[in-house]
């Protein structure tokens, strides 16, 4: 049996941090003076004035052998660290000096995944008061958010758990008997659609039998009986139309790979390329279009 070859994998980082000089940072883009008035970059303030730094800035040695530093990830984390008169820092040290990473693959935190952290710091003797201190946010939000999977069922959770959603988004979702809750987290997920309005419209088109007990919905303003109605059926054929895709997607898309290939092998046939431009130019056309397509997608 032959062996597989070794495939190497190079680090991504540097094997320890590394304390670096506010000075010798170098910043990929400047933070204005509106986003220091927001809620983020306030947030961000109220934390590391709480409980310190959590998430060290990344950055990479600049390629002059200068000893500077470009700074990859942490823009708001430096700005504010900069306007406390910290004078030194430790960071990851990237092996690559590229942002787009940062920039569009590593997202902010799950709505569901801060909820357990959340639970997880109240476990460990964390209190609510400090948790909000830390989050730049009232004690009543930290309570919604600790009780934010309340009357959600497990398998809708964990559907939408890496989702970023509302907390109002939960409250609707509430309204929902289980079954459909998961109905309408797929729906959500097909549709790529997690506004608020969006799960309202799910809620008003849900049957009676299929809302939570004990949950009376109220008649939407302009809207009669009859089109609720109608509202509830066309979300029931959606609903199954969904279903039948989903079961079905595998094997049409395997059957429209192979299709794709056997036409791309024939046009690469130029007796019947001529046969078809001879005979059947529409098909031809159609043909090329398909492979095309094919191309430009791959």
């Known amino acids: 049996m032959a ?54 800035p990344v950055v990479a040695r600049s390629r002059d052998a200068s000893g500077r530093f470009l700074l990859l990830d942490g823009h708001l984390r430096l700005e504010v660290l900069k306007d406390s008169g910290l004078v030194e820092i430790e960071c990851l040290v990237s092996t690559e000096d590229e942002a787009f990473t940062y920039n569009k693959r590593v997202n ?47 398998e809708a959770v964990e559907l939408l758990k890496e989702k970023h959603l509302t907390l109002n988004t939960f409250s609707e979702l509430r309204k929902l008997a289980p079954i459909r809750q998961i109905e309408a987290a797929e729906l959500m997920i ?23 007990a004990g949950y009376t919905p109220r008649q939407p303003k302009g809207l009669s009986d009859e089109q609720v109605a109608l509202m509830e059926r066309e979300s029931a054929s959606l609903a199954r139309e969904f279903k039948v895709a989903e079961q079905t997607y595998g094997t049409d898309h395997l059957d429209l790979v192979l299709a794709v290939g056997y036409v791309s092998k024939l046009l690469r046939n130029g007796k019947v390329v001529g046969y078809l431009a001879k005979h059947f130019q529409e098909l031809l056309f159609e043909f090329q279009r398909i492979t095309e397509s094919e191309a430009t997608a791959a």
């Open 108 to 154: 902010r935190i799950a709505i569901i995944q801060e909820h357990r952290m959340i639970l997880k710091a109240i476990e460990k003797g964390v209190s609510e008061a400090r948790i909000a201190k830390a989050l730049n946010v009232d004690v009543a939000s930290i309570r919604r958010r600790r009780k934010l999977l309340d009357g959600i069922c497990v």
């Open 190 to 212: 097909a549709m790529n659609n997690f506004s608020n309005s969006y799960v309202r419209s799910l809620v008003v088109a849900t049957p009676r039998g299929q809302l939570a």
């Open 3 to 56: 062996r597989r070859p070794h495939i190497s994998v190079r680090m991504g980082f540097e094997e320890r941090t590394l304390t670096v000089r506010l000075a010798d940072i170098q910043p990929l883009k400047l933070v204005s003076e509106e986003v220091k008035r927001s809620a983020k970059y306030r947030q961000i303030v109220a934390s590391i004035a709480e409980i310190g730094l959590v998430e060290p």
